[in-house]
């Protein structure tokens, strides 16, 4: 069995990033401690409410 690694990830919650959450999610060998927000294109505020609100609405 492989060994796990523990990351915390560092996202500006555009695009790119979101598609680098989604293969991170679903590699076996990547353990989350948890997802912080940095500032991209947008505010701050903006990007932290993306991530804790979700990307996709219905």
């Known amino acids: ?8 990830i560092d996202i500006d919650p555009g ?3 979101a ?3 989604l293969l991170v ?3 076996p060998e990547l353990n989350i401690l ?3 927000t940095v500032s991209g294109s ?3 505020e903006v ?7 979700g990307y ?3």
């Open 56 to 58: 996709i609405r219905e």
């Open 34 to 36: 948890g997802i912080t």
């Open 1 to 8: 069995m492989a060994k796990t690694l523990s990351v915390v």
């Open 42 to 44: 947008v505010e701050l």
């Open 15 to 17: 695009i790119d990033d």
């Open 47 to 53: 990007c932290s409410s993306l991530l804790q609100n």
């Open 25 to 27: 999610w679903a590699s």
């Open 19 to 21: 598609v680098a959450l």
